[in-house]
Nanobody
Framework: QVQLVESGGGLVQAGGSLRLSCSAS????????MGWFRQAPGKEREFVAA????????YYADSVAGRFTISRDNAKNTVYLQMNSLKPEDTAVYYC?????????????????WGQGTQVTVSS
């Protein structure tokens, strides 16, 4: 089992920045990839970014590319999501996810473990 705990959400004005953290514990050695998803009220959960554990390769949704940066610290079993130039449409609950598989990085069905989520609210 793997446990994921997110932190760093909050309220920020448009154009501002936030950094989310996801701390993993348990059988973390079995995880090949970690990612961030988000879900706004009344919308489906959507892919934001992912990073491969072994080589640090990163993947981004078009809507956040160039504004968000995902990174990892394997020694701390922690993944970060630096969010810059935030927009009101970025408002959502952000979830950290992890998987040991090599399925689609942008499909939430490919991830085995999920955190409880952290709220990000961007005011206009």
């Amino acid at each position: 089992q793997v446990q994921l705990v997110e932190s760093g959400g909050g309220l920020v004005q448009a154009g501002g920045s936030l950094r989310l953290s996801c701390s993993a514990s348990g059988r973390t050695f079995s995880m090949s990839r970690m990612g961030w998803f988000r879900q706004a009220p009344g919308k489906e959960r959507e892919f934001v970014a992912a990073i491969r554990r072994i080589d640090g390769n990163t993947y981004y949704a078009d809507s956040v590319a160039g504004r968000f940066t995902i990174s990892r610290d394997n020694a701390k079993n922690t993944v970060y999501l630096q969010m810059n130039s935030l927009k009101p449409e970025d408002t959502a609950v952000y979830y950290c996810a992890a998987t040991g598989s090599l399925g689609s990085y942008e499909s939430f069905g490919s991830y085995d473990y999920w955190g409880q989520g952290t709220q990000v609210t961007v005011s206009s």
